[in-house]
Structure formats: C-alpha cells, structure tokens
C-alpha cells in the first residue's frame, strides 16, 4: 500500500485496515479548484493537515464542497517536496482518549507550491491564483515569528530591509512575497479577499495586517506602487482581516503512530528531520478535540466551513473566547501541569492526570479560582470547555506532550494566564484575591523550578526560556531548605513582565514566598505543599 493517487486505488486493501478514503472524484476535484481556486493556505504543517484540511476533506466527502485548498510552503523545501511525492496526500490518526485512532486519507489538498521567488514557475503560478477573481480567503499557520519584521533590537530583520528598499520584483522575505502576491490581486482588478490568520496568537488578524501594511508603504514612498494599494490594503471591503481563535493538539508525527500505519502495510511513510529542523512525515497525529472561532468578515464570500464545525461570529466574541481559553479554562492549567510536572519529575501531560493531587490543582485553578471572572463568550460554555480539557483532551494517552516543551519561555505566559485572573480580583468587589490559593501555588512553584532542583533533590535543566539569565541568578545562591524573605525574592515578585502585575502591590507576595519556603524545606515538600493546598 502506497500513499499516492495509484495506491489508494486499491481501495479493499485500504477499507479492510480501516481507513476512510475520499468518497468524491479527487481528480475532478483537483481540476476545478485549480481553475477556480476559493482558499490558498500558507504553512503546510502538521497542523493544516489535521485540522484545516481535514474539515475540508469531510465537506468534500459529504458533498457540501467541490473544491480543495491550495496549499504554499514558504520556509522549507523539504516539507513540499514530500508532500509531492505523495500527490499531496496525507494520513491522520486522529487519537482519541479511550485509546482508539481514526485514520483518514486526506485528498483535500488539490495543489501544493512553493513560495520563493528565485523558482520563476512556481511563484507566477501563485501569482495566477491570487490574480483569480475566485479567490476568497488566504489563510496562515506560520507561527506568530513568521509575521516578525524586526529583531530583538525593534531593528527591520536583513531581507525585510531589503524588501523595503528594492520593492515587489523579487522579494525576499515571507511577507514581502505575500504583498507581492496581494499586489497582483490589486493590479488584476482590485479583487476582494479575507486574509485570515490563523495561528494561535492574540489578535492575530492585527498582527497580519501590521506585517503587510508596511510593506505597502514602504513601497508607496519610493514610488514601487501607487497609493491606492496602500488604500485597497487598508479598506477592510477589499481586504480583511480576521480575527480567530484555534486550538487543536498536533504533536510532531510520532514514531508509535508511525509503525501503527507501516504494520497496516503503508510504505515509505518514515519520518525524518530536514536541514531547516522541520519533522516532516506524510502522516500526522493530533486530538480529537478541536476549535476555530473565525471572525466573519469575507468581502468575497467564502466556503461553508461552519458546516464542518468551525464557529463564524463577529471580533467581540471571538475575542472572549480567546481570553476564555488563555486565561481561565486551558492555557493556566497547561502551565500549572507544566510546572509542576518537571519538578515532579514527569514526561507526559497524561501521566500527570494520573497524579490526583495535580488533577485537583488545575480543577482548583479553573473552576474555582477562574471561573468566577470569566466572561462567557456565548457560543462555548466555559465550564464544558474546562471539562472537556480535564476529562478529554489532557488524560489522552496518545498525546505524547511532554511538561518540559510547555514549560518553555513560562516568563512569557504567566502574565497573561494569571496576572489577568488577579487583576479581575482587585476589580470586582464581590471578590477576595486573598481567596487564591492554586495560582500563588503555582508563582511559588515556578520560582522553585528556577532552582533547577526537583522533589528528590535532584538537579534537572530548565526548558528554554528568554528570562532564564535574567531570573535564575536570583535564586541560584538559595539552598534546599534554606528560608528566604520576600526582601530577598523582591526582584523577582514586584517584575510585572513575568506577572503582569506587582505581587507585592497586589498583596499576594507573602503568600507566595511562605509556600515557596514549604516547597523548599526538604526532599518531598512539593508534594507534601501541593497535597495540603489542594486539599484545602
């Protein structure tokens, strides 16, 4: 068995292994999406295939749509490459928490290009579909570094200011390549078009918006483009924006789901790692558990998508279901496990789930301590989204995530997945922060984990993180066992980048060093402190 056009013709030897196969005319499908193209997506990941093209895969099956996506793979060559050798197929196991898999042939990606300029036949056939008055909607899984223009130092990175200053002939940069790409829409006739974000980041169609823009006017200064691009760009009729919300697990191909599929008789489906760092398979695995809240702002229309699940709404509501689920009902409790998981000396979120006294911590922290101040959105209930992440999403045995990668860059999280429950506190009068007990625990717990020291008093090595040389001198010279004073974590508790608010001013920074100084008594104290807490 093969994953190409030719292999899944041998459809019994296929449907006797249990996978689903397309039902429709994939050939057919491919010839109108390429004359007529409706969604280009940039960012051919493990990601879109699992959840984007797979959407698209069981309205093509249903018979609510005739037409696939195009997919574009802008940063490495490897990942298109694959793609292609197996005709743009691709395999999902979708892992489901009683420990069954769904497997899927998905035939939903009609096309796949590259990106690049310095390939001439490869981006005019890009130019020609965004020059297609059919087009609806470009859509981007790049990460939010992917829509990055400057450095560290606010300075433009080296290919944007080169963008800049020689215009759209042949860019360099990704969203140099993009403008290019809208400018070719502009010139065809000012076509509308939805460019829709959707990675998981805050606001993400503003943050679009503000990588194309200045491309625009860079250009419009020195005289690349007239002003009505910048104007076309800028009104929202002719090119929008929208804001979304995704969630949805997708850890890199795993070698266990893997040989799931090579003992079903696949060939070449092995997984490896290209020179850019990409982990690339023809096969991907995530949950079952998936949500994409999309701003309906379409000025050229756009596919029926909300009959495969995804949730069309207006900013406001997209926006609370955004701030739901990063401050209150996911994103707080994966960085309590996270935390806590390393210094307890786990591997995976669900063996944690295993641990009561961590279940109790993140059922503490979201349905007693977040969701007194949490703005139900409308169209997801909190309470059944935490219960969803308690009982579904987190114990699943296929999701190999590990508490070390979400422990990485925690600095850059704790504001946001705390700092804005507290201040909620401080505002309603109904509430009292001195009420708090899980999320001081988990302040106290992550100044613990700066010690790099674990519950056995074993040495461990902190996840990635940008503040690490900045904080984890503060603590270096504290010994296990030895009590501090809130003097003496003072440049740590009142740095409201890492809390998003001053602990001391806030009132909450004795609490936080007492627990901190009951984790560090001995071997043992973080489970004895975490135990006592939870069980309060």
């Known amino acids: 068995m093969k994953l190409t056009n030719e292999g899944i013709k041998q459809k019994d030897a296929w449907l006797n292994a249990d996978y689903q196969l397309p039902s429709y005319d994939r050939e057919a499908m491919v010839e109108r999406t390429q004359a007529n193209p409706e969604w280009i997506h940039f960012g051919a990941g493990n990601l879109f295939k699992a959840f984007q093209a797979n959407v698209v895969e069981t309205l093509l099956n249903e018979g609510i749509m005739d037409k696939g996506i195009i997919a574009v793979e802008g940063f490495d060559t490897k990942i298109l490459q694959n793609s292609r050798e197996h005709d743009t197929l691709a395999l999902l196991a979708t892992l489901k928490s009683d420990g069954t898999a769904d497997k899927v042939v998905i035939g939903s990606i009609a096309e796949a290009d590259l990106l690049s300029c310095e390939h001439e036949e490869e981006f005019n056939r890009l130019k020609e579909i965004f020059r297609n008055p059919s087009l609806q909607m470009a859509s981007f899984t790049i990460t939010e570094k992917g829509y990055s223009l400057t450095n560290a130092n606010n300075e433009l990175l080296p290919a944007v200011q080169e963008d800049f200053n020689y215009g759209p002939a042949a860019p360099k940069s990704y969203m140099g390549k993009v403008v290019a790409l809208l400018l070719e829409r502009f010139h065809a006739s000012k076509y509308p078009i939805a460019m829709v974000s959707m990675d998981n980041c805050s606001h993400n169609g503003d943050?679009?918006?503000?990588?194309?823009?200045?491309?625009?006017?860079?250009?419009?200064?020195k005289g690349f483009v007239p002003s009505e691009f910048v104007q076309y760009l800028s009104d929202e009729n002719t090119v929008s924006f929208p804001w979304?919300?995704?969630?949805?697990?997708?850890?890199?191909?795993?070698?266990?789901?893997?040989?799931?599929?090579?003992?079903?008789?696949?060939?070449?489906?092995?997984?490896?790692?290209?020179?850019?760092?990409?982990?690339v398979a023809p096969f991907v695995n995530a949950e079952e558990t998936q949500y994409l809240v999309i701003e309906d702002k379409f000025p050229n229309?756009?596919?029926?998508?909300e009959k495969g699940g995804l949730i069309f709404t207006d900013r406001e509501t997209v926006n609370k279901v955004e701030t739901m689920k990063v401050t209150t009902c996911l994103n707080p409790l994966h960085t309590a496990l996270a935390i806590f998981g390393c210094l307890l000396g786990y591997d995976r979120i669900s063996e944690e789930m295993k641990d009561e006294d961590l279940v109790n911590l993140i059922k503490k922290i979201g349905y007693q301590e977040g969701l007194p101040?949490?703005?139900?959105?409308?169209?997801?209930?909190?309470?059944e989204f935490i219960d969803t992440v308690i009982e579904v999403r987190f114990p699943n045995p296929f999701m190999p995530d590990?508490?070390?990668?979400?422990?990485?860059?925690?600095?850059?999280?704790?504001?946001?997945?705390?700092?804005?429950?507290?201040?909620?506190?401080?505002?309603?009068?109904?509430?009292?922060?001195?009420?708090?007990?899980?999320?001081?625990l988990v302040f106290a717990g992550w100044i613990r984990?700066?010690?790099?020291?674990?519950?056995?008093?074993t040495a461990?090595?902190?996840?990635?993180?940008?503040?690490l040389d900045e904080l984890v001198p503060l603590v270096q010279n504290i010994q296990l066992g030895q009590k501090v004073n809130v003097e003496q974590l003072r440049p740590i508790l009142e740095n409201e980048k890492v809390f998003g608010i001053n602990l001391i001013e806030y009132g909450l920074a004795d609490k936080v060093v007492a627990l901190f100084n009951e984790m560090n008594e001995k071997p043992g104290a973080i489970r004895q402190t975490l135990h006592e807490v939870v069980s309060k």
């Open 207 to 221: 943050i679009l918006k503000s990588a194309i823009l200045p491309y625009a006017k860079a250009w419009e200064e």
């Open 244 to 279: 979304s919300m995704i969630d949805k697990i997708t850890p890199r191909p795993d070698d266990a789901i893997g040989e799931i599929f090579k003992k079903d008789g696949i060939e070449d489906i092995e997984p490896f790692q290209t020179d850019r760092g990409s982990f």
């Open 301 to 305: 229309g756009r596919p029926p998508l």
């Open 373 to 383: 101040v949490v703005t139900n959105p409308g169209i997801l209930d909190p309470k």
């Open 402 to 440: 590990a508490p070390q990668r979400i422990a990485t860059d925690t600095s850059q999280k704790l504001s946001v997945r705390y700092g804005e429950t507290i201040k909620s506190y401080a505002k309603d009068e109904t509430l009292d922060l001195n009420d708090l007990e899980a999320i001081p």
């Open 449 to 457: 984990y700066l010690m790099q020291i674990n519950d056995e008093g």
């Open 460 to 467: 461990f090595e902190a996840s990635a993180d940008p503040l």
